[in-house]
């Protein structure tokens, strides 16, 4: 089945699914609908993180990882098997009390065996420099272990903004390298995209600190100050990249995009650290809603035309999903500071959403699940 040819189709085919399904029933059971076993908004912050996130995480890295070391990807009965795996623990989790346990152990069981994946294909290839990347992944592992075992929504904040350093790291290789691409395509010079290594590094030991710092806690001006660091850092990375050169091409506007999502992100952090008068988890929409919500339909997209060999394009139509996805956080966000009302902002913004991952599926379920256009293997 050419669904189960290579990790990023069905897996980017169930990220839109679940992206698509999630939200209506955390809205049905906002408006007493009923519940799964856990509250429901315990599930609709695990699921909106660790459900949909973990689909596009294996997707996207298990897919990428054969590029980088040039080995063989999961495919066939394999694939099935983990992609059961992560379907298994999304029901499992939405049933009583009597499969809480076992539907626990196989969401925690999902993130090692990719990790075990990825690190078999980058140990075999020698490739020491994806450690900090698997590192990443071991962590979000962790986070999700802390929250099953404590109910703590404190480390769901927490996976939220380690995810926001996983688009720092693998965003931050991405983003410029297109970038420089294109304009070297387009007879621009690729020269306008800079990369400071040292930036680089002081975004991701700044990101790493707030992570810390959200998991303990701790609060005031020393701990705001180190967010607004992140913030500037971020907004002074992605001002290297040249991002206003590419804006004729939205799979490359859209990344640059989900990057400024995650340097606002970190300046709401930051404001509510301070204890300024924003609400305390306006933040967690903007990189949620936004960033990731936005770097996943970025990239998604792109790699879904890029390895079915077809052209480097976006479908006609996406454009409005883009845009969607885009409106979506920042309705959230607004919803969530009180500008807007909050119940019709949250229904707008679930709309938005809803019309972004729709047009996804409708665009792009074709491509995943058709051979590729250059008739090779995958």
């Known amino acids: 089945m050419v669904l ?11 990220t839109g ?28 912050q695990h699921e909106m993180t660790v459900g949909l996130l973990n689909a596009a995480i294996a997707g996207f890295l298990l897919t990428a990882v054969c590029n980088w070391t040039g080995t063989a990807p999961v495919s066939g009965r394999a694939l099935l098997v983990l992609w059961g795996l992560w379907l298994s623990a999304r029901l ?13 152990l196989l969401d925690l069981a999902f993130l090692p065996v990719v990790a075990i994946l ?32 404590s109910g703590d929504p404190r480390f769901l904040h927490g996976l939220v903004l380690l995810s926001a350093l996983l688009i720092l790291m693998v965003g931050g290789r991405i983003t410029p390298a297109f970038t420089a691409n294109w304009l070297r395509l387009h007879g621009d010079d690729p020269g306008r995209v800079r990369r400071r290594p040292a930036l680089d590094i002081a975004g991701l030991v700044c990101g790493l600190a707030v992570v810390v710092l959200e998991l303990t806690a701790w609060r005031g001006l020393a701990v705001a100050l180190v967010g607004l660091l992140a913030a500037l850092i971020t ?31 970190y300046g709401l952090w930051a ?44 479908l006609p139509g996406m454009r409005w999903g883009f845009l969607a996805i885009l409106a979506a956080g920042l309705v959230r966000v607004l919803a969530g500071l009180g500008v807007l009302p909050w119940l019709p902002g949250l229904w707008l913004a679930a709309g938005l959403w809803l019309l972004a991952w729709l047009l996804f599926l409708w665009l792009y379920t074709p491509v995943l699940a058709a051979p590729r256009a250059d008739g090779r293997p995958g």
């Not at 189960?4 to 169930?14: E, L």
């Not at 499992?92 to 626990?104: H, K, P, R, S, T």
């Not at 988890?281 to 079915?308: E, F, S």
């Open 235 to 265: 907004a002074a990375r992605l001002a290297g990249w040249a991002g206003w050169r590419v804006r004729r091409e939205p799979l490359l506007w859209i990344l640059h995009l989900g990057h400024l999502w995650v340097g606002l992100g």
């Open 17 to 44: 699914v679940a992206a698509v399904l999630l939200l209506p029933l955390w809205l049905w059971w906002l408006l007493g609908g009923g519940g799964p076993a856990m509250s429901a908004l315990l599930w609709h």
């Open 271 to 314: 404001a509510a650290k301070a204890g300024l008068p924003v609400a305390p988890t306006a933040w967690v929409h903007a990189l949620g809603a936004g960033a990731i919500g936005t770097m996943i339909l970025g990239v998604i997209t792109r790699v879904a035309m890029g390895h079915t060999g077809r052209p480097m394009c976006l």
């Open 92 to 104: 499992g989790l939405l049933l009583g009390d009597a499969w809480q346990l076992l539907a626990v």
């Open 4 to 14: 189960f040819a290579f990790p990023f189709r069905i897996f980017f085919v169930s």
């Open 118 to 149: 990825v690190v078999r294909r980058v140990w075999s290839a020698r490739q020491a420099r994806q450690a900090p990347l698997i590192g990443v992944l071991l962590a979000l592992w962790g986070l999700d272990v802390a929250f099953h075992w």
